[in-house]
């Protein structure tokens, strides 16, 4: 009889829905495998153990998301609207890619900083700290001409809050956004990124 192999994604994907049902203390090696439909020596051979398991998963969906890019995107366009624009691609990725947006909502990088890791696994959520964290302060100054607090602030918030809360309710529920959603975000966007922030 031929062996089954089980992708690394598959791996992860098993633990995704776990974690989504259960919550991240109650997932499992054995509960990822069950779902998986796999042995619990196929997850051993590729993940060291449950924390690993963890944030591997974490991180996939954090990788996922850093490459949202809207079609013919110009990061050298008219600042407000590139944030517009990086907003609505997010939007999007929440829609068709619902799963990650939720297990980033449901396990957060407080959470996977608590996990047993090893230096290397530290290292790779630091990196993807400082990818997040330099976009972020780009088109902070880009727009406000400066990267401190404030200005990183409302940054997150046109560019990362308002499109998950936008979708996350119908998300939530396994059902897709009505189109009036994606319509009104612009103009919240640009609500928050076209005035300067106060002192």
Known sequence: MARTTFSTDAL???????ILERGPRSATIALIAARAGAPTGSIYHRFASIDE???RTWLRAVRRTQQVRPAG???AGEPVEVVVELA?????????EPGDMLLLDRLRR????????GDELIAEVG????QTGGLIAELARAVFGRAGKRETDLVVLALVDLPYSFAGRYLQARARPPKSRRDRLPDA???????????
């Open 12 to 18: 992860l994907d098993a633990a995704r829905e776990v």
């Open 53 to 55: 398991l963890l944030a």
């Open 73 to 75: 995107f110009d990061p």
């Open 88 to 96: 609505l691609a997010l939007y999007d990725h929440c829609v068709a």
């Open 110 to 117: 407080e959470d996977v900083l608590h996990l047993n890791l």
């Open 127 to 130: 990196r993807s700290d400082e």
């Open 189 to 199: 966007v640009r609500a928050i990124v076209a005035t300067r922030p106060h002192d």
